[in-house]
């Protein structure tokens, strides 16, 4: 039988192991084995690779051949309950150490899970014994939040999780609270092997210089929801939805409760069967919305970061990134609630609208996660700003404009490229411009029958104008926003009139007769 067989046959088995898992236990009980008792490792496995089924089996076998107690921390009350039930299946007997737990009965209990910021308060209010704590396994490790607590459990053997070793604090690095790494699954391993499910990245470029990055090292939400509250995005975003995502399952993340309202609306005027979820909703109301997008096979879900970790919904056909970030931890977390496997699904879409896939590579794309571990600023620093981002942009048609324009062999012209070679000439940089002009009469006129149907095509030109005097205005470093807005009201006029005074011109030019009367 083949190893594929294997793997497939034992997916039918409820709680049995894949390969590559038992694979990272027998690795991390062997540091259990070598290491000292106070010892720290870190373990890497993508979203979807079955941490808590890793670490639940970890606490299983512990406490079989051990004679202490194991504390599992995680940092919402969401992945408290999940990892709760997780190792009840496992058949370890568990107690949930939240605010209003009852711990006079914790001697009949040799697992906890707590949520960081309970346990600290109870551990400062020396109200749950943990002087028998042997391991500590600590669920999304990059959170800063848990090193506070190492400071109870010195003498335990303390195993972090994550998808994604890179501090959430850029002054903390994962190095300083860690003795090793070890790496498991890459996430094209677990897609070739079919555990995940392949993404289809479709990134639209956007202009983030607005962006203001804050105090945790990420876009602040005031910046994001100027942007992205506003009708041009707004209007990209559903355009995108349209394009690639109609009909499918999808689920929104946005930088703030407002833009994640605004879309929201944007999309039920739009007809389309949406709902919104935020930290401010009711636990039954969250319970209803999610009860809906499960049963729902076209329902769209906009909310904010909380369903980035605790949330599993496998039959999400469409992720959309309708926010930039400067974590690589979100940008992993974010995709990776679209990656789960299906018998009739093997791939899944995202659209970036954050300039992400462009900052940060391919989900997927083959990091080298320890040394991420050894010299994260090394890795930090290499990320391109968004402005060198912008630089490198070139403007693409969607598929159904460049349908409009499929008799042009190049839709494309390269502003930069033409103002080089023109200062290099001596010439005016406004000839750029005037050539630009030339070149969008020169298609609008190739797919047109007459002078009417040109001036239509070149109202749909508004994106690539906008881009092309973008570029046009960093060449020249001038770009106050009175300036730019000018020039692309004047470009638009200037295009009509030189089609008007050109086209019948133009048209003989490229088709060898004049046009019909």
Avoid at 168 to 192: F, H, R
């Amino acid at each position: 039988m083949s190893t594929k067989t294997l793997e497939l046959q034992e997916r039918t088995e409820g709680k049995s192991l894949y390969s590559y898992q038992k694979g990272a236990i027998d690795k991390i009980f062997k540091c259990f084995e070598e290491a000292p008792e106070d010892y720290h490792l870190l373990y890497q496995l993508p979203t979807g690779g079955g941490k808590t089924v890793i670490f639940s089996e970890i606490v299983r076998q512990y406490l079989k051949h051990h004679k202490k107690q194991v504390l599992v921390m995680t940092h919402r009350i969401e992945l408290c309950k999940q990892t709760s039930n997780m190792l009840t299946e496992f058949g370890v007997s568990n107690k949930i150490v939240d605010s209003k737990a009852d711990l006079s009965d914790q001697g009949d209990f040799n697992c906890f899970v707590a949520m960081v910021e309970t346990l600290n308060n109870r551990l400062t209010d020396n109200k749950l014994d943990i002087s028998d704590i042997g391991l500590v396994i600590i669920d999304e490790a990059h959170y800063n939040s848990f090193t506070k607590l190492f400071k109870f459990f010195e003498k335990s053997f303390i195993l972090g999780v994550t998808a994604t070793p890179l501090s959430s604090n850029i002054n903390l690095p994962m190095k300083d609270n860690y003795n090793e790494l070890i790496v498991g699954e890459t996430i094209q391993s677990l897609i070739e092997n079919e555990f995940l499910a392949r993404a289809e990245i479709f990134s639209y470029n956007v202009g983030l210089t607005s962006l203001v990055v804050g105090a945790n090292g990420d876009y602040t939400v005031k910046s994001s929801e100027d942007l992205y509250t506003n009708t041009d995005m707004l209007t990209k975003l559903i355009q995108a939805y349209e394009e690639r995502c109609k009909g499918k399952k999808t689920l929104i993340f946005n930088n703030g409760i407002n833009t994640s309202l605004h879309v929201y609306d944007t999309f039920r005027r739009a007809g389309y069967p949406v709902a919104h979820l935020d930290n401010n909703n009711t636990k039954k109301e969250r319970k209803a919305i999610l009860k809906w997008f499960k049963e729902t096979p076209d329902a769209i879900l906009t909310s904010v970061s909380i369903l980035t970790t605790g949330f599993d919904e496998p039959t999400v056909d469409c992720i959309m990134l309708n926010r930039a970030t400067k974590s690589l931890t979100l940008y992993y977390q974010m995709i990776g609630r679209g990656s789960r496997i299906l018998k009739n699904k093997n791939k899944f879409i995202v659209i970036d609208l954050g300039n992400n896939l462009h900052r940060f590579g391919p989900w997927g794309s083959d990091l080298d996660w320890h040394k991420i571990f050894r010299s994260p600023n090394y890795y930090l620093d290499g990320i391109l700003s968004d402005e060198e981002l912008e630089n490198n942009f070139r403007y693409e048609m969607p598929e159904d404009l460049r349908e409009q324009f499929k008799k042009s062999d190049h839709v494309y012209f390269d502003i930069k490229k033409c103002y080089i070679d023109s200062i290099r000439a001596g010439e005016s940089s406004k000839v750029v411009l005037e050539r630009s002009i030339q070149h969008h009469a020169h298609i609008c006129t190739e797919n047109s029958e007459d002078l009417w149907d040109a001036l239509a095509l070149a109202k749909l030109l508004g994106d690539d104008i906008d881009y092309r005097i973008s570029r046009y205005t960093k060449c020249i470093s001038k770009s106050t926003f009175n300036f730019v807005e000018w020039l692309k009201d004047d470009y638009r006029k200037k295009l009509n009139a030189y089609l008007r005074t050109n086209f019948d011109e133009i048209f003989e030019e490229i088709n060898g007769f004049p046009p019909e009367d």
